[in-house]
């Protein structure tokens, strides 16, 4: 039995119901920025080896809740795990980035790939799920999460990361049919690798979109936002007796707001080349938001983040609906108290 909720602030602003603060919470929260992080992964031995064990995802999970006493712990693995189920063969080089042995080249190679069982060749993601929830003990909540169809695309044709996105876009414009085959199969396990999630615990969802922003706005709404409209209709939208909020986040997607606000998802995150009262009006009341304080913000004084901080609180405004959050991931090289200086000062100046 799961214990109950103590701080429910995250869920309640995705709820866009009125709330005593502004929750905050980090993307990519637990990770390299951190000595704690640094010394697990050691332990470790490679990236790959502290995603799949249950109790060191856990361990790097909670580091942050411990040491920042953030609103909402996020799982910690990678976007890339689907992809790896799939047999492309996922490799971490040192400083390099993710690699598959085995990227997409043809039809069929689409037509081969499996969609992974969550239980049977993702089970260390649902074992690490479920390990951190009875390990959190109610004290914050857990957001699962994945990637977006077509960002999982974009690593599975290049096979790794691009500058360019020239084989997959030259995909999308030479043998669109392909795409979509793969774009459908992507869709379908995500909605099973994020449902087998809220299974083992996940009280909320987040899809990464890290690439949507490279599309021009018709392929957007065609090669991205249309999977993740499925994945909306097709995920869980409700657990242990509560709503299962999903958020949906496309980096440089920000003039795409009001679309991606009539999936039905609960919340939009907004990176800081949008203004968040802009973000507002595109989005309209329906949704909550999440963002979007620059991460090189955390680069500068105290004083310029508490300023910095003031900036994006005003820019939201006093509407419910609001989750504080970094407009895209934390730096490596961040300092960490820099982020303590920016927890206290959104606890600080947003107490209603």
């Not at 929830?133 to 699962?144: A, D, F, K, Q, S």
């Not at 999982?152 to 669109?176: I, N």
Request: overall charge negative; aromatic content about 8%; glycine content about 10%.
């Amino acid at each position: 039995m799961n214990a109950p909720l103590q701080n429910d602030l995250y869920l309640r602003a995705l709820n866009r119901e009125a709330i005593e603060r502004t929750p905050v919470w980090v993307m990519r929260q637990a990770g390299r920025y951190l000595p704690e992080y640094k010394r697990v992964r050691a332990q470790a031995g490679n990236f790959m080896n502290l995603c799949s064990n249950p109790e060191l995802a856990c361990e790097v999970t909670l580091q942050p809740i411990d040491r920042f006493n953030l609103d909402a712990a996020i799982l910690f693995s990678d976007i890339l795990t689907i992809p790896d189920a799939m047999g492309l063969e996922l490799a971490f080089e040192t400083g390099e980035g993710p690699k598959f042995g085995k990227p997409i080249k043809s039809r069929a190679d689409v037509d081969a790939l499996p969609i992974p069982d969550p239980n049977d060749s993702l089970r260390y993601v649902m074992d690490a799920v479920s390990t951190i929830r009875r390990e959190l003990n109610g004290r914050v909540p857990l957001i699962g999460f994945s990637g977006s169809p077509w960002t999982l695309a974009t690593y599975m044709v290049e096979g790794g990361g691009s500058k360019d996105f020239s084989k997959v876009k030259g995909l999308l414009f030479s043998d669109p049919e392909t795409l979509h085959a793969l774009l459908a199969k992507n869709a379908e396990a995500v909605i099973a690798y994020l449902n087998a999630q809220v299974e083992a615990g996940a009280q909320a969802l987040m899809v990464f979109d890290t690439w949507g922003g490279v599309l021009s706005p018709a392929n957007y709404q065609e090669f991205s936002l249309r999977y993740m409209q499925q994945i909306v209709d097709g995920v869980t939208r409700e657990a242990d007796g509560r709503k299962v909020p999903i958020t949906l986040f496309t980096k440089n997607g920000g003039q795409w707001l009001d679309l991606m606000a009539k999936t039905g998802c609960d919340g939009l995150g907004v990176d800081w080349t949008t203004d968040l009262s802009v973000a507002r009006k595109l989005a309209g009341d329906g949704v909550a938001l999440q963002g979007n304080l620059d991460p090189s913000v955390l680069y500068g004084s105290p004083e310029s983040i508490r300023a910095e901080v003031k900036k994006v609180l005003d820019s939201f405004g006093d509407a419910p609906g609001h989750v504080f959050n970094l407009g895209h991931g934390i730096h490596q090289f961040v300092n960490p108290e820099h982020l303590t200086v920016m927890v206290e000062a959104v606890r600080e100046m947003s107490g209603r």
